[in-house]
C-alpha cells in the first residue's frame, strides 16, 4: 500500500498502472485522476476518482458496467475481482448455487445488457444471491443506477486497500 504522499510524486506510467483496475478495467478514470494531482490527503483522491466516474457519459458508465465479470464463474478475472469473489466463497460453490449464478447471470445481462455488479465484501453467496434474485425484477433505469453505486463502492474498496 501507498500513501498519498508516495502517490503524487509516481510518474504517469506508475500511477496509472497502479489505479488501473479500480473501476474494472477502466485506465481512462487513472488517466484522468492523474491529472488531478496534487492530492491533500486520501478522501481528495477518492472522491476525484468517483467524481470522474459519476460525470462520465452514459455510453463510458456502461463500457464500465460491462468490464465487470459474471459472478461464481470459471474466467480469467482480474487479481481485484479473484480477490473479492474468493473473499466470499464463490470460487466454493456447490453445484446447485453454481447453477443458480449461472441461470441468474444470463437472465441479468439479457435484461440490462451488462453483468450483476455487486460489492460483495462482506457477504456472504445468501446475500450475494437472495440481493440478485431481488434486483433481476428491477426496472432498467432502476438496475443501472444501483449497479453504479455498486460501482462505487467496490471503486472504494479497492482504493481503500491500495492507499494508506
Request: hydrophobic share 40%; charged share 35%.
Amino acid at each position: 500500500m501507498k500513501s498519498v504522499k508516495n502517490i503524487n510524486i509516481l510518474k504517469k506510467s506508475e500511477f496509472v498502472s497502479y489505479f488501473q483496475n479500480i473501476f474494472e478495467k477502466t485506465k481512462w478514470i487513472a488517466d484522468k485522476m492523474y491529472t488531478k494531482k496534487p492530492f491533500k490527503n486520501k478522501q481528495t483522491l477518492f472522491y476525484t476518482a468517483i467524481a470522474i466516474f459519476n460525470n462520465a457519459t452514459k455510453k463510458r458508465a456502461l463500457k464500465i458496467l460491462r468490464a465487470h465479470p459474471d459472478l461464481a464463474v470459471k474466467q480469467k478475472l482480474t487479481k481485484e475481482s479473484t480477490r473479492e469473489q474468493k473473499n466470499a466463497k464463490l470460487n466454493e460453490c456447490i453445484l446447485k448455487e453454481f447453477n443458480e449464478f449461472q441461470h441468474l447471470n444470463k437472465e441479468y445481462k439479457q435484461k440490462f445488457g451488462f453483468p450483476f455488479i455487486i460489492a460483495v465484501k462482506g457477504k456472504t453467496k445468501k446475500i450475494i444471491l437472495d440481493s440478485f434474485k431481488k434486483r433481476v425484477n428491477n426496472s432498467i433505469s432502476k438496475e443501472f443506477i444501483t449497479a453504479k453505486k455498486q460501482v462505487e463502492k467496490i471503486a472504494n474498496f479497492r482504493l481503500k486497500d491500495l492507499v494508506k
